[in-house]
């Protein structure tokens, strides 16, 4: 298969991949996903670091894409992004995110499907959805809150709110801080790659499996926040660079 959203960097053990969107703040669609989930499946089972370039990470799903998408339309991109970040979770060698910039929305999720998370210092974190009047759809609400607990997930998901890579390590969202963070990335890789392949396998599997039927109702959740205005208000205002007035209405 041909790449034209990422870049890959294979050594014996780990292959890198390096998400590359023209645009600088790479964000996230569904060709990028299903192009990143080729890479690793054809990885020869090697451990896969995954990063950003330019700007950020990721600062999450292109928002003008989102301004005229239906219910149905975001169920099913929902849909496709669970089961891409489920992948990650079957795949059986560590999965490493080594992320600089932003990590948004849609490209935290990404990062948060991640087994491990390596972050510059200057990182920027957070699941901003609400502020635009729909709600976290690639599992974030799921993930997010197994790592960090309920409170501090209503906290950082039901405010939006941003937050860098100090507090992400003092949460335990970030495994380490690294300046050469790709480098950091990889020692944790060459380490992995030392270990012996089966117990590994099965640690992982009981570390990050969970019969979990929560995603598909996020998925649902998701696709129903494009059937109220509030959606459009909270897109319009992104792109007008003004404050959301969202509605009181509760459906
Ligand atoms: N999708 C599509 N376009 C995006 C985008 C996204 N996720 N994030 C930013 N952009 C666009 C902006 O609309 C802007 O376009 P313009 O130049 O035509 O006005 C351009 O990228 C640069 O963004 P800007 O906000 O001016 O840059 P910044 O450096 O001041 O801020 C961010 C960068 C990432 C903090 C800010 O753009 C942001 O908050 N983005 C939204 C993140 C988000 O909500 N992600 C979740 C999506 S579900």
Redesign the pocket.
Known sequence: MEYREISIDDTDEVRTVTIKRD?P?N?ITIDLLSEIQEAVNNSGERIIIITGSNK?FS??????G?MDIDSRKAYSFAMKGHEIMNFFNSYPRPIIAAIHG?A???GFELALACDMRVAHPST?FGL??V??G?LPGFGGTQRLTRIVGETRAMDLIGRGLRFNAQEALSMGVVNYIAEDYKQKAMEIAMDFAAKPVQSLKFIKHLVRSRPDDMYTMEAEYFARAFDHPDRREGISA??EKRPARFTKRKQ
């Open positions: 645009n703040l964000p950020a600062a999450g799903a292109d928002i003008k989102f932003f948004l929305g849609g920027v901003p959805e502020t635009l729909i992104f792109l």
